[in-house]
Nanobody, 129 residues
């Protein structure tokens, strides 16, 4: 399994931007689909935000409707890193953001946490109005 570490969270005003990074350690990072999820409140289910597929799936991308047009996901396999550029942030984007990895099976869309076997610890994003 991959070990994942998120970074880049912080506080920003509404309309601002942040870029999150997810760095993995382990073999063949490029074989994994990497997704971003968020949890907006303790005890609330994690919500799938975006995903970039493995090199086997040509790095295809997916975005939840709520972030489409504002978030951009990309990956640099040479650095074992996936990025989530977030623009025009809104207070409702406030959440703990997690990256997760899925490998060896086809994931379903919209994203489901159960399809992802490796998770980072999360990074907090706070958007003030």
């Amino acid at each position: 399994q991959l070990q994942l570490v998120e970074s880049g969270g912080g506080q920003v005003q509404s309309g601002g931007s942040l870029t999150l990074s997810c760095t993995g350690s382990g073999l063949r990072f490029d074989y994994y689909d990497i997704g971003w999820f968020r949890r907006q409140a303790p005890g609330k289910e994690r919500e799938g935000v975006s995903c970039v597929m493995s090199s086997i799936n040509n790095g295809a991308t997916y975005y939840a409707e709520i972030v489409k047009g504002r978030f951009t996901i990309s990956r640099d396999n040479a650095k074992n890193t996936v990025y989530l550029q977030m623009r025009n942030l809104k207070p409702e984007d406030t959440a703990v953001y997690f990256c997760a990895a899925a490998g060896g099976h086809r994931i379903q869309l919209p994203l489901r946490p159960a399809d992802f076997g490796s998770w980072g610890q999360g990074t907090q994003v706070y958007v003030s109005s």
